[in-house]
């Protein structure tokens, strides 16, 4: 199967979903795509003359372009697809220069064989040394090369709030979190309106704190080079300027040359604050075109979004493998132990919902080792742990059953860090050390996986204990609303215990596997079974360098 694809469209409208589900054949990882012929108009003489010949086709053309989207997105969901919008714009431009090399050039219709190799290597300049030719089935009488393709005779109509003019200075802004084919719509809209320059804002850490799975958002540098790797495909001709934003307005509050900004539905009233602040400082008005939004065609869930959108991929990451565990010779914790599962660490603050994945893992096979439950059996009377408790807090912090309060301790050390410091390095080495009692346990009763769950697993360093972590995350607000239901406490008691937690964008910093408990009970079993199905191959691989069973 060939990496890259080129795919001729001699009509967007003979392209169905059985014409596409084809191309998941011979296409693994990236399909460009292009119009043949593209344009109706023959090569301009003067820059304004292909604007004002384009204008009037940009309806037909950008549905077009958002069908073939949408079809690729339901038909091929994991192509990376990329119309290139050049030769539509400038039908003078015959050379298609792609940033990734094509393997299989793919036609949608039967074309003659001899037609078919002159026109490719007049075309197509990254071409592969071994690349592959496809003609697609097409019920279509064949079409000639050198015949121009025409719209229908009813290009569809705009929409009430769209813009169909080119214009020198465009502007758009947005997440582009793993760029998906809305984001290319509305990347693609703009471009193709575009004569001259185009500024992409890209929103920066401060600006995505609230939205969904915020910690499985990519670093801002890393959008910022896929939006520029991707425009640059779709169109060489215009210069793009693509900057981090941190705030909603970005370069409109400043910059006179602006004249288009393209949007969604959902940020159009955002273009209209955008108009009313550039009013106030004297600048000129921005015309707006507005895009649908898209459906979300790959919903797997009813608790995802009906819309296409970045917070749906990033729910689809949970439960994944988001990176691949380093393979470790022998954990430290079980340095001279003959016989040693696969030990996971479960991650998470307090009330991420751990032990409800550790439950379902139990469930699953897995040994769990509760280490909140170890820490109570710790702090006991008679336990090293007591009095070593009791000479560095005072005899205040026993209750009158003679066992150490542990809401007693917890307003002296969450409300200050010494003290919970000075907590941490006496209670966790006991801790860990019923750990490894707790392992060899488990592994004389025939577990071949043990699972470690801990708030502290982190910041006590015990992961590196462990083949691989879990994190368990959930949103600050929902984290304060399950503590307080479960202790009583007043909520700016929980706000503090919380804060006092690995942040969840260390935890993800971290765990190999994403895990939240946010949404049903379903969804994080779903989301259980896909990682413990992914976990098997891993452990098959442990396990025959280190056998485990008794």
């Known amino acids: ?69 949408s079809k690729v997105s339901s ?79 009813e290009s569809p109509s705009s929409g009430p709030r769209s813009f169909d003019s080119v214009q020198d200075n465009v502007v758009l802004g947005g997440t582009f979190d793993r760029l998906h084919n809305g984001h290319k719509i509305l990347l693609s809209e703009a471009i193709i309106r575009c004569s001259q ?16 799975l915020c910690e499985l958002i990519q670093p801002c540098e890393q959008r910022i080079k896929s939006v520029r790797e991707f425009v640059q495909d779709m ?64 919903k797997e869930t009813t608790e995802e979004e009906d819309k296409m959108s970045s917070s749906a991929l990033r729910m689809h990451l949970l439960g994944t493998t988001l990176k691949i565990p380093e393979k470790v010779p022998k954990h430290p914790l079980l340095v001279g132990v003959e016989k040693v599962p696969y030990i996971i660490g479960l991650a998470g603050g307090i009330a991420s919902g751990k032990s409800s994945v550790a439950n379902r893992l139990e469930k699953l096979g897995a040994g769990i080792i509760n280490c909140d439950i170890l820490g109570h059996q710790a702090y006991e009377k008679g336990q090293p742990c007591y009095d070593d408790l009791i000479k560095a807090f005072g005899s205040d912090i026993i209750g009158l059953d003679g066992q150490v309060n542990r809401q007693i301790l917890g307003k002296i050390v969450f ?32 577990k071949n996986i043990v699972v470690i769950e801990a708030a502290v697993l982190l910041r006590a360093n015990w992961h590196v204990h462990c083949n691989e972590v879990w994190g368990c995350i959930i949103t600050q607000n929902e984290a304060i609303r399950r503590l307080q ?66």
């Open 1 to 69: 199967m060939a990496a890259t694809g080129l795919l001729f469209v001699s009509n967007p409208r003979r392209i169905v979903a059985s014409g596409l589900s084809v191309i998941n054949q011979y296409v693994r990882n990236t399909l460009y795509i292009h119009f043949l012929p593209v344009t109706s108009h023959s090569p301009p003489s003067k820059q304004e003359d292909w604007k004002e010949k384009l204008g009037p086709r940009l309806p037909y053309l950008c549905r077009s372009i958002m069908n073939l989207y």
């Open 75 to 153: 038909c091929c969901p994991h192509l990376d697809a990329c119309v290139l919008l050049e030769p539509i714009k400038h039908n003078h431009v015959r050379n298609i220069q792609t940033l990734r090399e094509v393997d299989v050039v793919i036609f949608d219709s039967g074309f003659k064989s001899d037609d078919i190799d002159g026109f490719i290597k007049s075309r197509v300049s990254n071409l592969s040394g071994q690349y592959k030719v496809i003609l697609m089935p097409d019920s279509s009488p064949p079409i000639d090369l050198s015949e121009e393709m025409t719209e229908a005779e």
């Open 197 to 212: 320059k185009l500024t992409v804002g890209v929103t920066d850490t401060s600006m995505v704190k609230n939205k969904l």
């Open 235 to 298: 169109d060489s001709s215009i210069v793009y300027d693509i900057v981090p934003i941190d705030d909603p307005f970005g370069p409109t509050k400043s910059d006179p040359s602006m004249q288009l900004i393209v949007v969604s539905g959902e940020t159009y009233k955002g273009a209209l604050k955008v108009n009313d602040l550039r009013k106030e400082r004297g600048l000129p008005q921005l015309h707006i075109h507005e895009i649908p939004i898209l459906a979300n065609e790959c």
């Open 415 to 446: 409300s200050d860090q010494e003290k919970l410091e000075l907590l941490n390095s006496i209670v966790w080495p006991h801790i860990l050390e019923l750990v490894r009692k707790t392992i060899s346990e488990m592994v004389c009763q025939g």
């Open 485 to 550: 239901e479960r202790t009583k406490l007043d909520v700016d008691e929980c706000e503090k215990r919380i804060l006092a937690q690995t942040p969840n964008s260390e935890v993800v910093a971290i765990a190999n596997v994403v895990i939240s408990t946010l949404w049903s009970p379903e969804y994080t079993q779903k989301q259980v079974e896909r990682a413990w199905k992914e976990l098997q191959c891993r452990v098959k691989d442990w396990l025959t360098l280190n056998p485990c069973q008794p």
